[in-house]
Antibody
């Protein structure tokens, strides 16, 4: 069973770039069976999909975040990353990395989540 | 963008109750709908996919139905472990989540 763990800074200043890494165990980033996905949850609120990427090259993003998001796959370290530029307080949230099967974009595995706070 | 609307936003129930949560899509999503359960401080857990397929390991009291734009999640007999927040998610076009339904005592 694939396990995921997020890591990265918990506090950012406005205008900085949020960078998170998701370490993958029990499976390979190179697997064609999954989409590697980022989802966030604002404090006390619902879930928001950020974007997904497949090792074969397909990457797609939430249109509302697309201009600020990069998702990269690192096969050497078996991890994938999220970069979100020009953050504001509105980007304060718990960020989850997740996996979806190639045949359907529902989430079958989640990391434990990491809280990122944007504050001056 | 496809919008997902859940109702109710909060539901008060007792152990043993039959509970139904509704999710409506702003346009047809065929059967591309999933349901998740989330407890405080935890990541969501997949319950149902493709509108009515129960994920392995999920108790049989959970069921899903619907297609097109209207869907339901039913818990046939509410158990103490089921008090949580439930989210629907469409995956017909990108991914969009509903606003959540909190099931409380």
């Amino acid at each position: 069973q694939v396990q995921l763990r997020e890591s990265g800074p918990g506090l950012l200043r406005p205008s900085q770039t949020l960078s998170l890494i998701c370490s993958v165990s029990g499976g390979s980033i190179r697997s064609g069976d999954y989409y590697w996905t980022w989802i966030r949850q604002h404090p006390g609120k619902g879930l928001e999909w950020i974007g997904s990427s497949h090792y074969g090259g397909r990457t797609y993003f939430n249109p509302s975040l697309k201009s600020r998001v990069i998702i990269s796959l690192d096969r050497s370290n078996n991890q994938f990353s999220l970069n979100l530029t020009s953050v504001t307080a509105a980007d304060t949230a718990t960020y989850y990395c997740a996996i979806s099967p190639i045949y359907g974009d529902y989430v079958i595995g989640w990391g434990q989540g990491t809280l990122v706070t944007v504050s001056s | 963008d496809i919008q997902m609307t859940q109702s109710p936003s909060t539901l008060s129930a007792s152990v043993g109750d039959r509970v139904t949560v509704t999710c409506r899509a702003s346009q047809t999503i065929r059967s591309y709908l999933a349901w998740y359960q989330q407890k405080p401080g935890k990541a969501p857990k997949l319950l149902i996919y493709e509108a009515s397929s129960v994920e392995s390991g999920v108790p049989s009291r959970f069921s899903g139905s619907g297609s097109g734009t209207e869907f339901t999640l039913t818990i046939s007999s509410l158990q103490p472990d089921d008090f949580a927040t439930y989210y629907c998610q469409q995956y017909d076009s990108d991914l969009t989540f509903g606003g959540g339904t909190k099931v409380e005592i």
